[in-house]
């Protein structure tokens, strides 16, 4: 069966530090892949998403991820990280096979001062 | 704007109430989708509907109903079975596969008095 991991339930980070959040998924073929962010007492919101082709996605808010099928991750990452981006993080998997997506448990940003 | 509506934003039932939870979706999606979301557990599946008519049970159906009478509605109804219904419920929409993007609402909060 499908599954995500998101290893980390919070990360805190400096005020323009960098910053990777982990994903890694449990999928046979190639899976499509999703990150999304959700502000407290909010709707959920893409930032960026893997089908195929080049594995390094670009996404909204100067987000990037990069898909690493030999180790079945699909990490996000932003190199300067803003008070604005304190938020809840979440990786999800499509399939083909599936009209759902398959949700990590999310990972709580908390940004330093 | 094309989007995804839920209403109300904060709704309050009494114990053995049944509630109903508001959502329209003017994208034009053939496919719907309710998620329960409590502190800590990421987003649990409890309905979704592929197409008019037509619905699947997710993950924790029990004590929920739904209906999908028209394209663009997709309401859900939280009955008195469900034992702890107080949550943070949101609704999506996508055109149905798996490497289709989920477009959330706003969300709405019960809380069960």
């Known amino acids: 069966a499908q599954s995500v991991t998101q290893p980390d339930i919070h990360i805190t980070v400096s005020e323009g530090a960098s910053l990777e959040l982990r994903c890694n998924y449990s999928?046979?073929?190639?899976?499509?892949l999703f990150w999304y962010v959700q502000s407290p007492g909010q709707g959920l919101q893409l930032l960026l998403k893997y089908f195929s082709g080049d594995t390094l996605v670009q996404g909204i808010k100067g987000f990037e991820a990069e898909f690493k099928r030999s180790q079945s991750s699909f990490n996000l990452r932003k190199p300067s990280v803003h008070w604005s981006d304190a938020a809840e993080y979440f990786c999800?998997?499509?399939?083909?096979?599936?009209?759902?997506?398959?949700w990590g448990a999310g990972t709580k940003l908390i940004i330093k001062p | 704007d094309g989007g995804i509506t839920q209403s109300p934003k904060y709704l309050f039932r009494k114990e053995g109430q049944n509630v109903t939870l508001s959502c329209e979706q003017n994208?034009?999606?053939?496919?719907m989708y309710w998620y329960r979301q409590d502190p800590g557990q990421g987003l649990r599946l409890i309905y979704y509907?592929?197409?008019?008519?037509?619905?699947q049970k997710g993950d924790i159906a029990e004590g929920y109903s739904v209906s999908r009478e028209k394209k663009e509605s997709f309401p859900l109804t939280v009955t008195s079975a469900q034992k702890n219904p107080t949550a943070f419920y949101l609704c999506?929409?996508?055109?149905?596969?798996?490497?289709?993007?989920?477009?959330f609402g706003p969300g709405t909060r019960l809380t069960v008095l």
């Open positions: 509907s592929q197409i008019v008519n037509d619905f």
């Open positions: 999928y046979g073929a190639t899976p499509y």
């Open positions: 999506a929409s996508s055109m149905g596969r798996g490497r289709d993007t989920q477009y």
């Open positions: 999800a998997v499509g399939t083909d096979s599936n009209y759902q997506l398959i």
């Open positions: 994208l034009n999606h053939d496919a």
